[in-house]
């Protein structure tokens, strides 16, 4: 029976799909990149060199230097730890409220429901980017603050998504069983039904975290978001952006970072959905 | 219908006026003031004056009675007079009536859109159709890698790349901006070919990701239709290919759609401050962005509000949509 269990199961299947794999490859990739980035980085990233400023990729400087003579290899290693941190901790943030309030809207159902379902309606109604853009550039533009308002304002998927599972499974047998034997509503909801409906909010989140990055680095950009000297790839497209005559390099490199990394996230997002699928289980096998 | 379209217009008054709410509060109850920035500008502003400023403003009442006044006067589509130096109502600075149509700011950024959305729809569609008709093909196979790398397109980078490639590197098209120096001069049909060729970069990159969506999600839909019954039917009868796609299974594929771009709304409205910065582009956008900038609360729920506003009104044209496409939903 031990071939059949859940896990081997989805291991074989997340298993064939090679681009999620290939993007799974990346992601850690990153995570080593940004766990090591001293040791790693040719050059401290806030090193100005006026001698050497906007010097094209090369051997002294393998991706060139931007308008302070800053090496960009350097600066987008020590960017990849913005990426991830605001991705993390953005969707951490949006998870946990999306699944709380998801849960007391389907478990309690009745009028608490409608208001959450209202609530919902009307946040998805309001141009998100427009209200993130204001609120940041209002509280000032700390990566702390970048990422509580990405998280504050994301939640509202995950939590109809929660809300739906709990709508299907309240009812089911095992939940009632429990019921029947005493269990309390927190233990129902966190100890019985939470649990069974995790994995399409895993997917969701690992597909939020290449949301929270796209708009992080697009607030970046804007110079609303991480705020120089402390490289992002946001910010030194911005350099890009001043400098887009004469010095490609500092569009090119970063932008294509944000792409690789988004992608990598999102393959992963669809591999994992397509292996916890059961629907999809034992075709092809 | 009318009395649907009615109701849904009724409805539509409690969300606006939740969506403002929320806004609001979340804008007045952000920490600093707008006066900040005059201190700033003006470092020897004495305390009295900006007191007699926040009260000018009304910024030293109880927030529910400044939400109260802004709404009582925005049902009279007055949002106020802007706070910047020049302290123009926020209305004029939307949509300014003394400008021609083509110069007001809210016609702009909604020109734009609705032109992206167009071009999303028109070359969406045929890409999905075909990826369904011909799945696990190779023209499957390279769309759906164009699919997942225009899901993961920063849509700046993309702006950067295309302005460095046409416009500086082989100077075909004009990066900024809506109009060349020389416009006024120019004769009629130079002038319309001029503003056609300021709108292609914009238009290209701000459709760039909704096209990846769309047509992935018209090709499943497509998929999901082609495998029913009644096309089989349809086939079975000796229709020919083309028209059982086309007629027969076009319709319904294309419900899920009309949702999907009324869903789509706000997130092209939101786009547009990060495409018109870059472009140079005097939207609502550019608008939004320089106001939130000097804190100036009525231009930015001004804009907000009109945001809102348009998102609804996207929403509810797809129901429309939905409506006149789905024969089911209009006999309820």
Redesign the interface.
């Known amino acids: 029976m031990s071939d059949y269990s859940i896990k081997k199961l989805f291991w074989k299947r997340f298993k064939r799909n090679k681009l999620a794999i290939a993007g799974g490859v990346v992601v850690l990739a990153l995570f080593f990149i940004a766990a090591v980035a001293p040791f790693i980085s040719p050059l401290n990233p806030n090193d100005i060199d006026r001698r050497h400023i906007l010097e094209p990729p090369g051997a002294g400087h393998l991706l060139g230097t931007d308008d302070l003579g800053r090496d960009v290899l350097s600066r987008m290693i020590y960017g990849s730890r913005i990426s991830l941190s605001v991705g993390f901790v953005a969707v951490g943030i949006a998870t946990l409220i999306g699944m709380l309030v998801g849960a007391i809207s389907g478990y309690y159902a009745g009028w608490l429901d409608r208001i959450i379902m209202?609530?919902i309606?009307?946040?998805?109604?309001?141009?998100?980017?427009?209200?993130i853009?204001?609120?940041i550039?209002?509280?000032g533009p700390s990566i702390w603050n970048i990422m509580i308002v990405i998280g504050l304002t994301s939640w509202m998927g995950v939590a109809r998504l929660v809300r739906a599972e709990f709508l299907s499974l309240k009812e089911r047998e095992f939940v009632l069983a429990a019921k029947a034997l005493g269990a309390g509503d927190m233990r129902i909801i966190f100890g019985h039904i939470m649990v069974n409906s995790l994995s399409p909010v895993f997917v969701s989140a690992v597909l939020g975290v290449?949301g929270a990055i796209?708009v992080e680095?697009?607030l970046s950009?804007?110079g609303?978001g991480i705020q120089p000297p402390i490289p992002s790839w946001g910010n030194i497209?911005t350099l890009?952006?001043d400098n887009?005559?004469i010095a490609?390099w500092l569009?090119?490199f970063?932008?294509l970072a944000?792409?690789?990394t988004?992608?990598s996230y999102?393959?992963v997002g669809e591999g994992l959905r397509d292996a916890l699928d059961p629907r999809l289980w034992g075709s092809g096998e | 219908m009318i009395t649907y379209l009615f109701k849904r217009l009724l409805e539509m008054v409690p969300t606006l006026i939740g969506i403002t709410l929320i806004s609001f509060f979340i804008i007045h109850l952000a920490p600093g003031k707008p006066t900040d920035v005059l201190a700033e500008l003006n470092p020897k502003i004495t305390p009295e004056a900006r007191e007699k400023l926040e009260k000018y403003y009304g910024l030293d009442k109880p927030i529910m009675v400044q939400y109260g006044m802004w709404l009582k006067r925005v049902v009279k589509f007055d949002f106020g007079e802007s706070f910047s130096t020049d302290r123009r109502p926020v209305m004029e600075k939307i949509w300014d009536t003394k400008q021609p149509l083509l110069e007001r700011r809210l016609f702009i950024t909604f020109m734009l859109n609705l032109l992206s959305l167009f071009i999303i729809l028109i070359i969406a569609m045929p890409i999905g159709i075909a990826s369904a008709t011909h799945q696990y093909s190779l023209y499957d196979k390279i769309t759906t890698v164009f699919v997942f790398i225009g899901f993961a397109m920063p849509s700046f980078w993309l702006a950067l790349l295309l302005m460095m490639y046409f416009g500086i590197h082989h100077n075909w098209l004009p990066i900024s901006g809506l109009k060349s120096m020389n416009y006024e001069s120019l004769p009629l049909l130079e002038q319309i070919w001029d503003r056609g060729r300021h709108l292609i970069l914009p238009i290209f990159v701000s459709a760039f990701t909704g096209l990846a969506a769309d047509s992935r999600f018209m090709r499943s839909s497509m998929l999901e239709v082609i495998r029913q019954d009644y096309i089989t039917t349809a086939r079975a009868k000796g229709l020919p290919e083309r028209t059982v796609i086309y007629k027969h299974a076009l319709k319904n594929a294309l419900l899920p759609i009309i949702t999907l771009m009324g869903l789509s709304v706000p997130g092209l409205i939101g786009g547009s401050v990060i495409f018109e910065n870059i472009f140079g582009i005097p939207g609502m956008g550019q608008l939004f962005y320089a106001s939130v900038m000097t804190r100036d609360y009525p231009l930015v729920m001004g804009i907000l509000t009109v945001g809102a506003i348009l998102t609804l009104l996207g929403n509810l044209l797809a129901d429309l949509g939905y409506m006149i496409a789905d024969p089911r939903i209009r006999a309820k």
């Open positions: 209202r609530f309606d009307i946040m998805l109604s309001i141009p998100t980017f427009f209200l853009l204001a609120v550039a209002f509280i290449a796209l680095s697009a950009f804007l609303i497209l890009g952006k887009l005559e490609w569009s090119v970063p932008g944000i792409l690789i988004v992608l999102n393959l």
